[in-house]
């Protein structure tokens, strides 16, 4: 049972725009999300990340949203840039340290 | 400062093997955690320690698969005996205290 879902496979995006990933979940007692970004033959390394009492954070370019009447997060990555290319993960956590991933976006940034 | 460290990075064995999986958490880290990933399951929590306990095993998914961690800097995720399916990357990972976990590179498995 899959909890927590990215819906869109892949993104492709011009350089110096934004990008915009999107993950949803069921479980509303999910109280911290992150997302990882992940390089080919390389683990899952850790980007930002929101507690259920916030609803933005941001560190640099990157930009985490979190609707929870929506139970909905978003990571907006602006400008992009092709360094940028890679998947990204979402991640859900109950407290208890344990994390839900999501399949991942394969995000693609053109020059 | 080194990141969690696993070993073999790449191993290829033939059905009915043992597989030793190896990983060295970052220093000073209370939790750590094996995950499995394939196309079709993605990234799966299989099991995870806590000052060197294991807490929940409950993604282990067979009993062919096993895990230690006899002290705090060494964990192995032994498979007995392999089989193809179990053809996956294995990553491990280790936090202190907090749901930010730092993962090792992976060791990409294949069962012929």
């Known amino acids: 049972d899959q909890q927590v879902k990215q819906n869109s496979p892949s993104l492709s995006v011009q350089e110096g725009r934004i990008s915009i990933l999107n993950c949803d979940y069921t479980?509303?007692?999910?109280?911290?999300f992150l997302w990882y970004k992940k390089y080919p033959a390389e683990g899952p390394t850790f980007l930002i990340s929101?507690?259920?009492?916030?609803d933005k954070n941001e560190d640099g370019r990157f930009t985490v949203f979190l609707n929870k009447s929506a139970k909905h997060l978003s990571l907006h990555i602006v400008p992009s840039q092709p360094v940028d290319s890679a998947v990204y993960l979402c991640a859900a956590s109950l407290n208890d340290y344990k994390l839900s991933f999501g399949a991942g976006t394969t995000v693609t940034v053109r020059a | 400062d080194a990141g969690v460290i696993q070993s073999p990075r790449h191993e290829v064995t033939e059905m009915g093997q043992e597989v030793t999986l190896r990983c060295k958490p970052i220093?000073?880290?209370?939790?750590l955690f094996w995950y499995r990933q394939t196309m079709m399951r993605g990234l799966e929590l299989l099991i995870y320690?806590?000052?060197?306990?294991?807490?929940?095993d409950s993604g282990m998914p067979e009993d062919r698969f096993s895990a230690k961690m006899p002290n705090a800097s060494f964990s192995t995720l032994k498979i007995q005996p392999s089989e193809p399916r179990d053809s996956a990357v294995y990553f491990c990972?280790?936090?202190?205290?907090?749901?930010?976990?730092?993962f090792g590179p992976g060791t990409r498995l294949l069962v012929l």
């Open positions: 929101i507690s259920s009492i916030k």
């Open positions: 479980n509303s007692m999910f109280d911290y």
């Open positions: 320690f806590n000052n060197n306990v294991p807490i929940d």
């Open positions: 220093s000073g880290h209370d939790y």
């Open positions: 990972a280790s936090s202190s205290q907090t749901e930010t976990q730092y």
